[in-house]
């Protein structure tokens, strides 16, 4: 397991940027699938973005391709959320997740490590 801290949330008008970063400990970081997903007041947790190692694919839901990016630095064991073009429906509280299930799930339960969480706020 890796213990995940996010970072970066904030409040930001409809079509602003905001980059989300998450750190995490433990030495076995590069190892992980890493992904955020996030929550909405009243919705289910949601998959938003997800990226693999040491093969560097990436994955997004349908509402946020093209405007969402997700990187990593395995030497500074970050996993980054570089999010563009904010819409009033972005707003939730996003989370960091980590798993070794190497497929690259987006289901919830399939992810052990799991940050505290961050607010994002879009206004219109």
């Known amino acids: 397991q890796v213990w995940l801290v996010e970072s970066g949330g904030g409040s930001v008008q409809a079509g602003g940027s905001l980059r989300l970063s998450c750190a995490a400990s433990g030495r076995t970081f590069s190892s992980y699938v890493m992904a955020w997903f996030r929550q909405a007041p009243g919705k289910e947790r949601e998959f938003v973005a997800a990226?693999?190692?040491?093969?560097?694919?990436?994955y997004y839901a349908d509402s946020v391709k093209g405007r969402f990016t997700i990187s990593r630095d395995n030497a500074k064991n970050t996993v980054y959320l570089q999010m563009n073009s904010l819409k009033p429906e972005d707003t939730a509280v996003y989370y960091c997740?980590?798993?070794?299930?190497?497929?690259?799930?987006?289901?919830?339960?399939?992810?052990?490590?799991w940050g505290q969480g961050t607010q994002v706020t879009v206004s219109s």
């Open positions: 997740a980590g798993t070794r299930v190497t497929t690259v799930p987006r289901s919830t339960l399939l992810y052990d490590s």
């Open positions: 990226i693999s190692w040491p093969i560097i694919s990436t």
